[in-house]
């Protein structure tokens, strides 16, 4: 059965530094939390295997040291073990003739339902206990809401230490870098989106420091090139990076004049280093932060705005998107590829469904997205969505 008419922009291959893939249908990062105690399962290789048509996947974030998470069971790659269980997922996605890229990931994930900010962090956390290191971000700012519903009486967010030398995260993120070559990932993403730590240093509301580091948008800048710079020591043409200019997760956003003249120059410095491609994600109200009644993202076109100054670098659109919009934005040259997230979740088979002009009509798990004190078996939600007839 020919792929349907409508879809084919979809289903023609695209070169990403030195990978080249076979369609423009990639999988975004998803905390799934089925890690256990940090190291990847066998059941992690099952999930991204049952995903490997994919033109790229892209890992669930994975956390370069322990510091940067909130909770337990995300998936880490500081140690051998972590690097022994990704390259078995790596090799069964590879035999399974896809491509992966890794997500480098530092800083304190999502908890869904609950909001959470640019210090979502507390030393109480069981992670955090173990790392044996202050809550640190770029200024000593604390959040605004958010509640750690695995600790009792749910407490809030603790003021963190500011970073004394960025350099010192900058080297964590290139050794994760070495240590995903070593697990035989085809390239990296940097995760620079949704009020994380790179994105904490890019954000002026989150941003107070008046060394090299904060203040101007070029100091603001700074720490996201300096990391790409460094990723590129080690992966060449093969890096990449999600950004989310719109904000609102965990508490991002500036005004409107800022943020458009923070991110042109941003997005032109990007790219001038030759990255494999920059993920952009849209806006979406369902992942914008409320406070005092009033949504905290900056809301604007995105991909308006600021694909005008990507000039050079293959861009990946992210948030929402469905498979006919995707088809037609790819078609028309504003986008390269599209980037698909929870529908990859419900769908193992979404590449197939997309080529056979199939539904996708699976209904979500919403209980079991991530592991919680309901949780019995982890293939619960994870890798038990049922396949289309074809």
Not at 46 to 65: C, H, K, M, T, W
Not at 105 to 125: E, G, Q, V
Not at 152 to 165: A, F, L, N, Q
Request: charged letters at 20%.
């Amino acid at each position: 059965m020919p792929v349907p008419e409508n879809l084919q922009p979809l289903f023609t291959p695209l070169k990403l530094g030195d990978v080249t893939i076979k369609n423009r249908i990639t999988m975004s990062a998803l905390t799934r939390n089925r890690a256990e105690n940090t190291y990847p399962t066998n059941l992690m290789r099952e999930y991204y295997v049952q995903r490997a048509d994919a033109g790229l996947i892209v890992s669930e974030g994975i956390l370069i040291v322990r510091q940067g998470t909130e909770w337990p069971h995300a998936p880490g790659i500081w140690d051998d073990k972590q690097v022994e269980g990704w390259k078995k997922i790596v090799d069964g996605v590879h035999e399974a003739g896809g491509k992966i890229y890794a997500q480098l990931w530092h800083d304190l994930p999502l908890i869904p339902i609950c909001i959470h900010s640019w210090s979502s962090c507390t030393p109480d956390m069981p992670e955090q206990k173990l790392a044996g290191s202050p809550v640190y971000a770029p200024s000593a700012i604390s959040a605004r809401g958010g509640k750690f519903r695995i600790l009792p009486g749910t407490p809030g967010y603790v003021t963190p230490t500011e970073i004394d030398d960025p350099r010192k995260i900058i080297a964590e993120f290139k050794q994760a870098a070495i240590n995903a070559k070593k697990a035989g990932f085809d390239g990296v993403e940097l995760h620079g989106a949704n009020g994380y730590i790179v994105h904490q240093f890019l954000d002026s509301s989150s941003n107070k420091r008046t060394d090299e580091w904060g203040g101007s948008k070029e100091n603001r800048a700074r720490f996201a090139l300096e990391t790409l710079k460094a990723l590129q020591e080690v992966y060449g043409k093969n890096v990449s990076v999600k950004v989310s200019p719109a904000g609102g997760y965990n508490d991002m956003g500036m005004p409107i004049d800022e943020t458009l003249d923070t991110y042109k120059y941003y997005f032109a410095e990007l790219d001038k280093l030759g990255l494999s491609y920059i993920t952009l994600v849209r806006y979406l109200p369902i992942f914008d932060a409320t406070f005092d009644g009033v949504l905290r993202a900056t809301q604007h076109d995105v991909l308006g705005s600021y694909r005008p100054v990507i000039k050079n670098t293959p861009v990946l659109i992210n948030g929402g998107v469905l498979p006919e919009e995707g088809a037609e934005l790819v078609a028309s040259g504003k986008v390269d590829a599209i980037s698909i997230g929870f529908n990859f979740i419900t769908h193992s088979d979404l590449v197939k469904r997309m080529e056979h002009g199939k539904p996708l009509d699976n209904v979500p798990d919403i209980q079991h997205l991530q592991t919680n004190k309901h949780s019995g078996d982890w293939s619960t939600g994870y890798t038990d969505y049922p396949l289309a007839v074809y």
